[in-house]
């Protein structure tokens, strides 16, 4: 952490979106996580893409649980609406929001700890009623907030800093997401931005259960030279399945692949995917295919990485649920609360 | 190889920034870079906000030598430099921190180098007694030379003392910091006119330094001029004349001609003189007036009138006596090749009535007291041909500096030009090569970093807005030429300004080994001026960086490839100094090391402070 504020001064030819808005809009307040900590560049890469995708602040809310990771979401976008909740309870608030106003885009932010250990339950119940959010873990393979302690996402092969053995194999949370139907399933690493934005930009624009899992270095923890959730490693042992763009509706397709070697996806929005395969068996649209390719690189000791798995026709939780289309908020009074006699009426039918 | 590959290999390469080079930090310091005497700016302006204003003081006079005179009347190359500038609206007020450290320094005598009392034989003639000449004395009698000054004028100080008016540079002022040098034994010839360089050469002394000016000022010949010659002056003869006390009053309307310094101090005169409708007239456009701005505002401060676009016809006589100038209105049609406006009649004339006329229009050199066939060559503009890392003519041993070396600059250059005009006389002394055997500057850096988050310098930038001058009663000030307008700034307001200056000479070094690219610095950058890049040729990465990098006065710091193959580039223009990338780093590849810049002069007993920072 540091000790003097980021100055507001900023760089003054810096570029502005169709808001009218530098990046510098989007930021939160200062850090107070480790210097050179993961989490920090995932923040920027959020900034980043919400900045690219001219989102205006308001309409953005951001959950997190509790950890680093989940005081995560102060630093970035400090006039969207957040909520920081109870250890792994993020889900389960996201879930309520998103049923109150469905408009909102929803950023949940949480940690291997958060997801993996006290949250699975929530985690596997909101994919399987498909929130329409993004659900991001900010995966480090161990509790920092609490001194290093392993996480359950932590490889068996990958000792402590001090060497001790990790006695458990690891989730793989990304097959967990697949299994669960979780409709847009993606691996990054927080070192590796030119990946992270274009993949944050399209799952934020996802319209169902858009799950990211972004290997993101513990410097003070879990950045030695056994670790394999270390700068070092996961730069050596990155197996990118596919490099995508992202195409806002509003803009052209400038790249231009060979044929066969990239896949398109129309989003629900009218933007497009274009994933360029890296490798060719990938197919992202079969989920068989994603959970072969994520297992098949884990026994080489690789880290499959890129936009694993989109179904392209999910469903979200409100158009399972036929809810109505408008947010709570703007459903007049008289309606939200009919009163003490539509009550009656209701209570009468079910005698 | 496939296509790609090769075509990113065709894109070439930005070398690695060689930091072992000064220039390369020097030129991050803008402010000291911009200095004719690379005067260290930041270092003194922490001593100013330290309160330690003899050190500041020191440091200063070591570099440009006459802080006080330049604290208020230097032409100030720093302040359009000056990286606050490029941030926000305004630069640091360098020059009224200066001032600051002369007007509070205390007293310095102790600091003052040691003159032997054993001479070393070498005897120096110094024609002029003006800054250059000044600055050759300072730098040679620490070393044993004997230094004689001639000077026309009764008192030393050029044309500091003749051309700049005392209610911007008070006469105790010039005279505190003239008799400083004057008292380390030089030998002064005032009233003493050097009428031929010849006879001047057969006193047989080592070397002759030149130092004599720019002394001649611009006539205009347009009709009614010789006619009306009782009442049209010549700007710095005139002003020469006010100094020296030979004038002591100017008509009720008077005109001036020309648009620089020397016009707004001719007008400021005119009006403590008893001049109630002072006008300047100018044949150029506003914008492209050579006068400082801060002086034009001064100026017009005043209520003094500025007339642009205004071309002098004709000298209009009444009775054989001056009344008025009749002006042919001007109008800007373009601009030519090297950008000034081209000008032409409208065909508008009017007529200022007026009982004096004041021409600044510019200064010449002038050498009639130099033979022509004494082996100093001349070009076509009848400048002596002057080396310009030596100041030597083309006769061994006669050098020149300040404007009688390549025509009207300002005193600070004229510094610089006897610091290096010293070096020389030193170096031939010697018998040493002037050119090969020149001793090279130095510089050191090193470290800021105290502890954790704790650095030697403040490192919390702020945006501030420049701190305004306090000026003395206008009603006073108007009525006497030897009330100084400015008042300089109090400890206060000094701290306040000075907590402006970014500190550029705290620079950001990085070790491309210790990096772990963790985008770290990268992220936090305010000024979004740190990137982690593929490396290409020049002009591509300056495009392809986070914000472009277009002013390319300005460096591109590049790394050295890091693991990924990728460089780390940073545009050095608006960068902060706050060293957040620093504090950010968890390998510690970035860190804030002071880098210490000291330009070679002939004495090092003058540099006790400089050289301090370098041991």
Redesign the interface.
Same mark, same amino acid.
């Given at each position: 952490m540091?000790?003097?504020?980021?100055?507001?001064?900023?760089?003054?030819?810096?570029?502005k979106n169709a808001l009218g808005l530098t990046h510098?809009d989007y930021e939160g307040t200062m850090s107070t996580l =480790?210097?050179? =900590?993961?989490h920090?560049?995932i923040?920027?890469a959020l900034i980043e893409a919400c900045f690219e995708m001219d989102l205006p602040a308001h309409r953005i809310a951001k959950v997190s649980g509790i950890g680093c990771s989940s005081k995560a979401p102060t630093y970035f976008l400090s006039r969207s609406h957040g909520f920081n909740s109870v250890h792994g309870r993020m889900p389960s608030i996201t879930t309520g929001a998103n049923l109150a106003n469905r408009d909102l885009v929803y950023i949940g932010v949480s940690g291997d700890g958060d997801t993996a250990s006290i949250g699975l339950g929530q985690f596997c119940h909101a994919i399987r009623r498909r929130v329409n959010m993004t659900y991001i873990v900010m995966n480090n393979g161990c509790y920092g907030l609490t001194k290093g302690q392993f996480s359950a996402t932590n490889d068996k092969t990958s000792p402590s800093k001090k060497g001790d053995a990790n006695p458990f194999e690891a989730i793989d949370l990304c097959q967990m997401a697949i299994q669960l139907g979780a409709g847009f399933v993606a691996r990054s690493f927080?070192?590796d931005?030119a990946q992270l934005i274009p993949l944050l930009k399209a799952a934020i624009s996802y319209w169902g259960f858009a799950f990211l899992d972004v290997v993101s270095?513990c410097?003070t923890f879990n950045?030695h030279p056994t670790s394999t959730k270390s700068?070092?490693y996961v730069?050596a042992h990155n197996m990118a399945v596919d490099q995508l763009d992202f195409i806002e509706e509003k803009e052209e397709i400038t790249a231009h692949y060979a044929e066969g070697t990239s896949v398109s996806v129309t989003m629900h929005d009218g933007s497009r995917l274009v994933l360029h395969k890296l490798d060719q068996q990938h197919d992202p649209r079969d989920a068989d295919a994603a959970i072969m390719a994520i297992r098949s690189n884990a026994a080489k000791g690789r880290v499959a990485t890129g936009l694993l798995y989109v179904n392209e026709t999910q469903q979200d939780m409100h158009d399972i649920l036929a809810t109505d289309a408008r947010a709570l908020n703007s459903v007049p009074m008289a309606e939200l609360c009919p009163g003490v006699k539509a009550l009656e009426a209701i209570n009468a039918r079910l005698r | 190889m496939q296509a790609g590959e090769l075509a990113a290999r065709s894109r070439g390469r930005t070398a690695p920034t060689d930091i072992s080079n000064p220039s390369y930090f020097h030129k991050v310091v803008d402010c000291q870079w911009a200095c004719p005497t690379h005067t260290p700016v930041p270092e003194y302006i922490r001593l100013i906000a330290q309160g330690r204003y003899a050190a500041a003081y020191m440091l200063n006079w070591e570099s440009n030598v006459f802080p006080g005179i330049l604290g208020r009347v230097c032409d100030r190359p720093c302040e359009p430099a000056c990286r606050r500038g490029?941030?926000?609206e305004k630069p640091v007020a360098i020059c009224r921190l200066k001032r600051v450290a002369a007007d509070y320094k205390g007293e310095i005598d102790a600091f003052m180098p040691d003159i032997p009392s054993a001479k070393n034989g070498k005897r120096i003639a110094l024609v002029g007694a003006g800054p250059a000449s000044l600055t050759v004395a300072r730098d040679l009698m620490p070393l044993g030379y004997s230094c004689v000054l001639f000077e026309k004028d009764a008192k030393g100080g050029g044309l500091m003392r003749t051309n700049i008016p005392s209610f911007r540079l008070p006469a105790t002022v010039l005279d505190e910091e003239i008799d400083r040098i004057l008292a380390f034994g030089v030998e002064p010839r005032f009233g003493h006119e050097i009428k031929s360089l010849e006879a001047l050469l057969q006193e047989g002394f080592d070397a002759v330094f030149i130092g004599t000016g720019a002394p001649k000022g611009k006539d205009l010949n347009v009709p009614g001029r010789t006619q009306a010659r009782a009442n049209v002056h010549i700007g710095i003869d005139w002003l020469t004349s006010v100094a020296f006390e030979h004038v002591h009053t100017i008509g009720r309307r008077v005109v001036i001609i020309g648009g620089g310094n020397t016009a707004m101090d001719c007008c400021r005169t005119a009006l403590r003189l008893g001049g109630m409708d002072v006008r300047v007239t100018v044949r150029s456009p506003r914008r492209v007036m050579k006068a400082s701005p801060w002086e034009i505002e001064d100026a017009e401060h005043e209520g003094i009138p500025i007339f642009d676009n205004h071309s002098p016809k004709e000298f209009l006589l009444d009775k054989g006596r001056l009344a008025g100038v009749r002006f042919q209105k001007m109008r800007e049609v373009g601009v030519d090749r090297s950008g000034r406006p081209k000008l032409e009649p409208t065909g508008e004339e009017v007529v200022f009535e007026c009982d004096d006329v004041l021409m600044a229009i510019g200064q010449e050199n002038s050498f009639p007291w130099i033979e022509r066939n004494i082996g100093i060559e001349f070009d076509e503009w009848h400048m002596p041909k002057v080396d310009n890392t030596t100041m030597m003519s083309t006769r061994a041993g006669v050098f020149f500096g300040g404007d009688a070396a390549w025509g009207p600059e300002n005193i600070i250059w004229a510094v610089a030009h006897g610091h290096q005009a010293a070096l020389s006389i030193d170096l031939m002394c010697h018998g040493k090569d002037l050119a090969n055997e020149r001793p090279k500057s130095s510089s050191s850096r090193f470290s800021q970093k105290m502890g954790i988050?704790e650095w030697s310098y403040k490192?919390?930038?702020?945006?501030l807005n420049r701190v305004a001058m306090p000026h003395a009663d206008k009603a006073q000030s108007l009525r006497n030429l030897k009330v100084e307008v400015e008042l300089g700034y109090d400890d206060k307001l000094a701290f306040k300004e000075a907590e402006r200056c970014l500190n550029c000479d705290v620079q950001t070094v990085f070790s491309a080994p210790l990096c772990?690219?963790?985008?770290?610095c990268?992220?936090?950058c305010?000024?979004?001026?740190i990137n982690f890049i593929d490396n290409e040729d020049e002009p591509a990465l300056r495009e392809h960086l986070r914000?472009?990098a277009?002013n390319k006065t300005q460096d591109l710091y590049v790394s050295t490839p890091l693991?990924?193959g990728r460089i780390m580039a940073k545009d050095e223009d608006?960068c902060?100094h706050?060293g957040?990338c620093a504090?950010?780093?968890?390998?510690g590849a970035w860190d804030m090391q002071k880098f210490m810049y000291v330009e070679a002069q002939a004495a090092q007993a003058c540099l006790t402070h400089h050289n301090a920072y370098l041991r």
């Open positions: 540091s000790y003097i504020a980021k100055p507001s001064a900023h760089h003054p030819a810096l570029p510098r =480790c210097a050179g =900590c993961g920090d560049s923040t920027a927080s070192g931005k270095p410097v950045n700068y070092d730069r | 490029r941030v926000e988050h490192n919390d930038y702020a945006p772990i690219e963790c985008d770290a990268m992220d936090i305010p000024v979004d001026c914000v472009p277009h693991k990924t608006v902060l706050c957040l504090e950010r780093c968890p390998t």
